[in-house]
């Protein structure tokens, strides 16, 4: 089943860095990500079902950062579609950040919880992106740190369970999984990570374009 796209509905996309993309700077406030990319092939396929599409996401952002702004930017914003891609930074937070810490993929997923039920509870439309890691080589930078291999190998530890959490949470609410991380493997078998993600997190403009690909072929 795909969900149906009606003349004036709100879609919103919300989440951390990936969706963000410097949207705040942009003149529709999408920014130039996958956001922007599957709001203009919506628009040049169906002229006749103009939709608003509004992005809230924040660079940064882990699960608990959502859940601290969701009334005011999400649930206030009274859309009909809600698309989340977070968790980057629930799993990579300590390494980069003096601040951070691990985050257990149960506190993962309470959080992610809490944010999905007041959505369900209103009967809104879910879009859940699992987050992804591609296995580049070579040296990371994220701010003022730099990244090895085996931080990264850490990270994909901590990755998998709660990729986990968003499969089931997916199943729990029935929402609609875009399985990014594999779909992402799949790719970079034949052309190499760094192609779809040159740090192995934010997408290339060939990564955002296979994201909104996949996203739009849960829409009808």
């Given at each position: 089943?795909?969900?149906?796209?009606r003349?004036g509905?709100t879609?919103m996309f919300?989440?951390?860095?990936i969706?963000?993309c410097?949207?705040?700077?942009s003149?529709?406030?999408l920014?130039?990500?996958?956001?922007l990319r599957?709001?203009g092939?919506w628009?040049?396929?169906?002229?006749?079902?103009?939709?608003t599409?509004l992005?809230?996401?924040?660079?940064?952002d882990?699960?608990m950062d959502l859940e601290?702004?969701w009334?005011?930017?999400?649930?206030?914003?009274?859309?009909?579609?809600v698309s989340?891609?977070v968790?980057?930074?629930?799993?990579g937070w300590?390494s980069?950040d003096?601040?951070?810490?691990m985050?257990?993929?149960e506190?993962?997923?309470?959080?992610?919880?809490r944010l999905?039920a007041p959505?369900?509870?209103?009967?809104?439309?879910?879009i859940?992106?699992e987050?992804?890691?591609?296995?580049?080589?070579?040296?990371?930078?994220?701010?003022d740190?730099?990244?090895?291999?085996?931080?990264?190998?850490e990270?994909?530890?901590?990755?998998?369970?709660k990729?986990?959490?968003?499969r089931?949470?997916?199943?729990?609410y029935?929402?609609?999984?875009?399985?990014?991380?594999?779909?992402?493997?799949?790719?970079?078998a034949?052309?190499g990570?760094?192609?779809?993600a040159?740090?192995?997190?934010?997408?290339?403009?060939?990564?955002?374009?296979?994201?909104a690909a996949?996203?739009?072929?849960l829409?009808a």
């Amino acid at each position: 089943m795909t969900i149906t796209l009606r003349p004036g509905s709100t879609v919103m996309f919300t989440g951390d860095s990936i969706t963000d993309c410097q949207r705040l700077d942009s003149e529709e406030g999408l920014g130039f990500g996958y956001p922007l990319r599957i709001a203009g092939e919506w628009g040049l396929r169906h002229p006749e079902r103009a939709v608003t599409w509004l992005n809230s996401g924040i660079a940064g952002d882990k699960v608990m950062d959502l859940e601290a702004r969701w009334q005011a930017d999400v649930l206030d914003a009274r859309p009909d579609v809600v698309s989340i891609l977070v968790g980057g930074n629930d799993v990579g937070w300590h390494s980069y950040d003096p601040d951070g810490y691990m985050i257990p993929a149960e506190d993962f997923a309470a959080g992610y919880d809490r944010l999905l039920a007041p959505l369900a509870e209103a009967g809104l439309e879910l879009i859940l992106i699992e987050p992804f890691l591609l296995p580049i080589r070579g040296l990371v930078e994220v701010g003022d740190v730099h990244l090895g291999e085996e931080v990264r190998k850490e990270w994909r530890a901590d990755l998998d369970p709660k990729i986990q959490v968003v499969r089931e949470l997916a199943r729990k609410y029935g929402a609609h999984l875009l399985a990014a991380d594999g779909m992402f493997a799949e790719l970079a078998a034949t052309t190499g990570p760094e192609y779809w993600a040159a740090d192995g997190v934010h997408p290339t403009p060939a990564g955002h374009a296979a994201l909104a690909a996949a996203w739009l072929r849960l829409v009808a």
